[in-house]
């Protein structure tokens, strides 16, 4: 069965995001007034073949720590729909 | 009040997603069978002050429209936690 898998990958809350300040930037330039803090992160989708969700969550898992994050840097999280 | 608002902005699903595409050739050499695809986009987290959800809400679409996401390759999508 092929399930579908989402990848939440996020820098860190104790360091700092540059890419969400720049981005906190720009909405203050746009006038857009109220936003107090800006994290960015990836979002990845992965459509796996697996014969459990349990086991399309392991695979999603193996390739956020091999390939899709940097765990110094980042955290993730899968959730399998 | 501060309300934590998520932005996930993905490519269409109509549209090739190249860095999905490269993705997937990585996971294929790290050796890790049965994802059969993969579309990458971005994740983005604001704390935005306002007295409702919903004017979080309005204030998150302003921003995601204006500035975080481009209408022609991608969508959005806005939940108030």
Do not use: C, W
Not at 63 to 78: D, G, Q, R, T
């Amino acid at each position: 069965m092929t399930y579908t898998v989402h990848i939440k990958v996020m820098p860190h809350k104790e360091l700092l995001d540059p890419q969400g300040k720049a981005v906190m930037g720009g909405l203050k330039n746009l006038g857009l007034a109220g936003v107090a803090d800006v994290r960015v992160g990836k979002n990845i989708t992965l459509q796996v073949n697996a014969d459990s969700p349990e086991l399309a969550k392991s695979i999603a898992e193996e390739a956020s720590k091999k390939l899709l994050s940097n765990p110094v840097m980042e955290y993730f999280e899968v959730a399998v729909m």
